[in-house]
């Protein structure tokens, strides 16, 4: 096969770039959706049905149509209005804050879910208020056993953010998209890009089990 490495280091720098959005827009998505999942999560659990309903609709609409839809939806029918013009970049962190959070308000509702209601019961019964419980009690351990799962989905969506690529947002695969038309080469800018993605993805699953160790 012939490998031109010649081409890999002509795009090397705009793979640089590719990598360095992709990094952020993948930060950016999962604060955003872990902040609104953290809202979405506790509508989940309340007993409320004018809670309950339309958080669990969210979740079910989220997890049950492709990443791609909701990138056009978002790219093409509520960035416009909102922005005044289109936005990819915008666009693409939104799409992934939304999807992210469907995922992780049932991260929140299982890992507080997943703590022995007894143990909730000891707390009252020593005289503490839900608040005093969940805060001491509930929260600690449930964040230890959340780590993991957040952790995947972070990894999830670094994989995930490469859709964004067919908005023309400018992050690693786009630049392999290009890179793949000016040359029609399919090994360098694909295995190029696959390998950006795995050193990105495997170097944060260490990370996060060290510090599910330290935790």
Do not use: C
Request: charged share 15%; no cysteine; glycine share 6%.
């Amino acid at each position: 096969m012939d490998f031109r490495f010649d081409i890999i280091y002509d795009y090397a720098p705009l793979f640089l770039r590719g990598t360095l959005l992709t990094i952020g827009i993948s930060l950016l998505g999962i604060l955003f959706g872990s902040i609104l999942g953290l809202v979405i999560g506790i509508g989940k659990m309340s007993p409320k049905r004018y809670l309950n309903l339309p958080t669990s609709a969210y979740i079910n609409f989220f997890r049950g149509t492709p990443l791609l839809v909701q990138v056009y939806i978002v790219h093409f029918g509520i960035i416009p209005p909102i922005y005044g013009s289109t936005n990819v970049i915008v666009a693409a962190i939104v799409a992934l804050s939304l999807n992210s959070a469907a995922y992780t308000a049932e991260i929140y509702r299982a890992g507080i879910q997943s703590i022995d209601k007894g143990q909730r019961e000891a707390a009252y019964s020593l005289g503490m208020t839900h608040r005093q419980a969940m805060r001491h009690i509930i929260i600690p351990q449930a964040i230890k056993r959340m780590i993991p799962a957040f952790g995947n989905e972070f990894i999830v969506l670094i994989k995930d953010s490469s859709i964004v690529s067919v908005i023309a947002a400018p992050e690693l695969m786009y630049w392999g998209k290009v890179m793949q038309t000016q040359y029609y080469r399919i090994w360098e800018p694909y295995l190029t890009a696959a390998a950006i993605y795995f050193v990105l993805t495997y170097s944060l699953s260490k990370l996060l089990a060290y510090l599910e160790r330290k935790v």
